[in-house]
Structures are given as C-alpha cells and as structure tokens.
C-alpha cells in the first residue's frame, strides 16, 4: 500500500486526518474538502478561497485527535 493509499483509507476510516508537511506546515485533511490522485500521487485539499497540493512523500507526521504517526 502506497503512503497515499494509506492516507485516503485513514480519512475514510476517520473522518479526518492532520497533517505536518517535512517544512513544519499543519493541514486538516477532511472527507468533504480532499482528493486523492492516484496518477499523479498528489493530495488536494480544498480550502475554499485556496486550494494546497500536497506530495505524501513530503508529509512528516499525521494523526488523528487520538494518536500521532511519525513517517
């Protein structure tokens, strides 16, 4: 299973998923506001007013409101 796969099946799990970028940035990743693209292993969040793609190679840690998983 590919960190991507692993991601998407965590936010269907859960609802929700938090993010820390390699660079120390914070993202809520949430059923209604998030892709996953297979083709191009990338996670887009749609923030609204700002879109954010994120490489899940360059994503440090994630967690849930229970636990956090450093990668």
């Known amino acids: 299973m590919t960190k991507l796969q692993q991601l998407q099946q965590l936010v269907e799990e859960?609802?929700?998923l938090m993010v820390m970028s390699d660079t120390g940035e914070k993202f809520e990743l949430h059923k209604h506001n998030v892709k996953?693209?297979?083709s191009s292993?990338?996670?887009e969040?749609?923030?609204g007013t700002k879109k954010f793609w994120l490489i899940p190679s360059k994503i440090a840690y994630y967690?849930?409101?229970d636990k956090a998983r450093e990668e």
């Open 36 to 38: 996953f693209d297979e």
């Open 45 to 47: 969040i749609d923030g």
């Open 41 to 43: 292993d990338l996670v």
């Open 14 to 16: 859960k609802g929700e």
């Open 63 to 65: 967690w849930t409101h």
